[in-house]
């Protein structure tokens, strides 16, 4: 049985683990850390520990109410998350093995790490347990934003983590057009032949244009996803978009944190493109060209821009063909029936 209550208690289990995960990246970043016991470590662990108690609490209730084995008492959606919470644990012993043999990771390496990759699979798997119960029992195409909140939590908490694993690429944190990143690249590289300042600030562009798809990509995937299923209900666009950029903001203490507004913005923007399940082109098209285009103003204001006109006009442009692209591919048109907003037992 689809139940939102049980569902919203998975995902505020996994808010614990995923706000965890982003703490402990801050102060990898922030901190000399010498040992793999630490508060921020502590955090992420026990999010772990409750979203585990959890759901094997689930498979046993359903157990007893049900008088199933208990591999059939596992609810659905909830297989995959179980073999979350397994891989999870093997990432975790293997973590604290890798610390002991090669020491505390820092910067990129603790990114790379398969220890820490290890960790990824099984958060993802864990906290899209919702999503696919919700995927494999919802008889609604059309639900309420009420029902909904599990899955727009879990989709854009995967959204999140990748962003997490992907910061160095992730541009509305690294802003790579800002005019700091002209001055630290030509104070820090000096060009040791003719025309090797051209070189430096054409690959500081490449690493911008790179950011930017990766980004609009990680971003908008989910929200393609979930449309070629549903009905998204008005506000979803706006979590989607806003949520993900929250938990990257707090790597680095929400100095970025005029961004935030910036997508909630846009995000509440597409809602209104979207109102009727209709305009899903337009949606694609016209949402990353908002996104990028508005981005770029506010960066100009707020730390000015060396970028020419050249360089973001075509990367907005670029985003809005991947957009397009990965729009086709994961959201065909669905058949939206009838006004079926009834809700799902919380």
Not at 130 to 145: A, K, V
Not at 160 to 178: D, H, I, K, Q, T
Not at 249 to 257: H, T, V
């Amino acid at each position: 049985m689809l139940t939102t209550g049980k569902n919203m208690t998975t995902m505020l289990c996994a808010l614990w683990l995923i706000v965890g995960v982003f703490i402990d990246g801050y102060h990898h970043q922030t901190d000399v850390l010498e040992s793999f016991f630490t508060p921020w470590h502590a955090m992420l662990y026990s999010g772990f520990a409750a979203s585990a108690a959890w759901m094997l609490y689930l498979v046993w209730r359903n157990a007893q109410l049900t008088k199933q084995p208990i591999l059939q008492a596992i609810p659905a959606g909830y297989g995959a998350g179980l073999l979350g919470v397994a891989v999870f644990l093997l990432g975790g012993v293997g973590d604290l093995t890798w610390h002991e043999i090669f020491g505390i990771e820092r910067d990129i390496a603790a990114l790379l790490s398969p220890s820490h990759l290890l960790l990824l699979i099984g958060i993802l798997l864990i906290v899209t347990s919702p999503l696919r119960q919700y995927w494999m029992l919802s008889p609604h195409t059309r639900p309420s934003f009420r029902v909904f909140i599990p899955v727009l939590l879990s989709a854009s908490f995967v959204a999140a983590m990748m962003g997490f694993f992907l910061m160095y690429s992730w541009e509305l944190r690294e802003m790579v057009p800002a005019q700091m990143w002209h001055d630290r690249y030509l104070s820090r590289f000096i060009p040791t032949s003719s025309g090797g300042e051209e070189l430096l600030l054409q690959d500081l562009q490449i690493r911008g244009i790179m950011n930017i798809l990766v980004t609009t990509g990680v971003l908008l995937f989910p929200i393609y996803w979930l449309m070629k299923r549903w009905q998204l209900p008005f506000g979803s666009v706006a979590v989607l978009c806003t949520l993900p950029n929250v938990f990257v903001s707090m790597l680095d203490a929400f100095e970025g944190w005029p961004i935030l507004p910036l997508v909630l913005l846009v995000g509440l923007i597409g809602d209104l493109i979207l109102l009727g399940g209709r305009r899903r082109r337009l949606f694609a098209i016209a949402l990353p060209i908002l996104l990028w285009g508005s981005y770029f103003i506010v960066l100009a204001q707020l730390k000015g821009m060396w970028w020419p006109a050249e360089t973001w006009g075509g990367a907005i442009v670029l985003s809005a063909i991947v957009s397009y692209a990965l729009h086709t591919l994961s959201a065909p048109s669905v058949t939206t029936g009838t006004n079926d907003s009834a809700e799902i037992s919380s």
